[in-house]
């Protein structure tokens, strides 16, 4: 049973050491419980692995009635209810993969007032059944889990959340506490505006996560760079690597088993029997290497997950901090790792233009792009402009690849000039062609498809001897990043110029490029891409 005797209410913080067996509350934990105890609603914005479950679970135990929190985390409501229970928590749950007899037994358990806490599904909501079952019991406070997929512009909206304003106006006595571990302060806004909670006290944690270290890598040859981050820094831990598509999956999970790391794949489109178990292998075994789509995470309440590594770009830099999050709930350090490249501008970009939804969904796709690129392309600490994109200020980390070997800058005006020039002498010619030929031309390279194309007789042929293909693939890169010039996203990716372009042709704009360090210099040129 979830309470000592009844009718006496026991304080916050016995209650977590009886049935947590914690010593202390953490942060703002509780702040933030006695405000919902004594019937308060509240906002809170606290990153992964912050703590967020007790602050609506301890008060659940501390009122009269039942917590009732609505989470779009199905898959995991069962593991939620189990490891209640196993603290000798009454909590159930109510959602569309139940039999009819299963959902009864949990709704005559609420009505008998034997629940400390039921976990809904928010489409639940929309069922005048359920209304009707939460009238006619007593509930507690109601909680609102990823609070943020009430924005519509977020990367995670429900539609269903929308209803949930319902809430205020059926039990307006009732507190409500909302949670979230992403939110700018947009969504933060959002949040509070379409829930109603105007009047909920906010409660906005740190959102540094000091035990993680945060690097992003130009990409070459993802694979072995991946390889040689796990076998060097993290052989034999628990981690995660993020790709973009479902087939980048698992084929790299599959190359990663044989070059002998314990890799699975996880994406919404394996069988759900595989998912269960590659995901139960990872939670309970040790040294476990998920490779997976955004598809897994969510919800994922792993403490010693060593590394969380992206081979592709995230869209966001909200869905890059989520994903990260992941890493090192324990505390201890723990890695952040990226490969980033052109190919995943160009990816990115291609996905936007074809994006379902008017100009204006897709101008907010390509302002969280345009951020993410900022973050990758910084020369400053990455903590620094992290925090920053959730509006908290901080001071360089030292803790960053950005902090630990600082890149330089280099005023690429006169390059971007040559390139953008050696473009529009093609353009002129009725011409596009991508990347790699523009760079032998400008390095001067006689290859067989300059000669055919008498690309030597170019002005601009063998100008750019002075850098090496890296380093004018980086330059491309930077100028697609800042939309100076452009990757054809539908054909063979072939460059050609933007409208800020000319800009840069006629000395009106200078550009500042990233200058990779040595380091990843020197590994770049000894490889071969
Ligand atoms: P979030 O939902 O914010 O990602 P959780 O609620 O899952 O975070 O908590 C993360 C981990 O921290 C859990 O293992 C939880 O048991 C633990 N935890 C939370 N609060 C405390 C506390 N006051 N003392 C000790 N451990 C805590
Ligand atoms: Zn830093």
Redesign the pocket.
């Known amino acids: 049973a979830g309470r000592p005797t009844p009718g006496t209410s026991e304080a916050p913080l016995e209650v ?1 050491r009886r049935v ?1 067996g ?1 010593d ?3 942060g703002e ?1 509780s702040e933030i419980i006695s405000t919902v105890v004594a019937g308060g609603d509240a906002l809170v914005l ?1 990153p ?7 602050c609506y679970q301890v008060p659940a135990l501390v009122r009269e009635g039942t917590g009732v929190v609505v989470s779009p985390l199905i898959a995991l409501m069962q593991d939620q209810v189990d490891a209640l229970s196993a603290l000798g928590v009454r909590a159930g749950f109510l959602n569309s993969t139940q039999q009819a007899f299963q959902r009864r037994e949990v709704e005559d358990a609420f009505l008998a007032g034997e629940l400390d806490l039921l976990y809904l599904a928010p489409e639940r909501l929309n069922v005048p059944d359920t209304v009707d079952l939460l009238t006619r019991g007593h509930v507690a406070l109601f909680a609102i889990d990823e609070a943020h997929c009430v924005s519509q512009w977020g990367h995670d909206f429900r539609p269903d959340y929308l209803r949930l304003s319902m809430l205020h106006e059926r039990w307006p006595g009732v507190p409500r506490i909302a949670l979230t ?1 992403t939110a700018t302060a947009a969504t933060h806004r959002e949040i509070a505006e379409r829930l109603q909670l105007e009047d909920a006290r906010h409660f906005v944690a740190s959102f540094d996560r000091p035990n993680i270290q945060y690097r992003i890598a130009p990409k070459d040859n993802p694979r072995a760079q991946l390889l040689d981050v796990l076998r060097t820094e993290h052989p034999g831990e628990a981690g995660i690597v993020y790709c973009l598509s479902r087939a980048s999956v698992e084929q790299t999970a599959a190359w990663l088993v044989t070059q002998g790391i314990d890799a699975m794949p996880y994406h919404a489109g394996l069988d759900r029997g595989v998912r269960a178990h590659n995901q139960a292998r990872f939670l309970r075994e040790d040294g476990v290497v998920m490779v997976a789509t955004i598809a897994f995470g969510m919800g994922i ?1 792993k ?1 010693d997950v060593r590394f969380v590594a992206h081979l592709d770009l995230p869209k966001s830099v909200e869905g890059y901090y989520q994903e990260t999050g992941r890493a090192g ?1 324990d505390g201890l350090p723990s890695t952040a790792w990226m490969a980033y490249g052109l190919a995943d501008v160009v990816q990115q970009r291609r996905l936007i233009d074809t994006s379902e939804g008017d100009a204006t969904h897709r101008r907010r796709l390509t302002q969280h792009l345009d951020a993410m690129l900022a973050l990758c392309e910084t020369v400053s600490c990455r903590r620094v402009q992290l925090l920053n994109y959730f509006g908290q200020a901080s001071q360089a980390c030292g803790n960053c690849d950005t902090c630990l070997v600082p890149p330089t800058t280099w005023d690429g005006t006169v390059a971007a000039q040559k390139l953008l020039s050696t473009v529009a002498r093609m353009a002129q010619r009725g011409q596009r062609y991508g990347v790699g030929h523009v760079v032998d031309v400008l390095r001067g390279k006689r290859t067989p498809r300059v000669a055919q194309l008498r690309h030597d007789d170019l002005s601009t042929f063998g100008i750019g001897e002075e850098l090496s293909d890296g380093e004018w693939r980086g330059v491309v890169r930077q100028l697609v990043a800042a939309e100076l010039l452009a990757v054809d996203t539908e054909g063979y990716g072939t460059l050609q110029l933007t409208d800020a372009s000319g800009e840069v042709l006629r000395g009106e704009r200078t550009v500042a490029m990233r200058r990779e360090p040595e380091r990843t210099r020197t590994r770049r040129a000894s490889s071969s891409g």
């Open positions: 977590l947590w914690y202390e509350f953490r934990q606290m992964t692995g912050g703590g967020k479950s007790l571990a309440d403490p709930r």
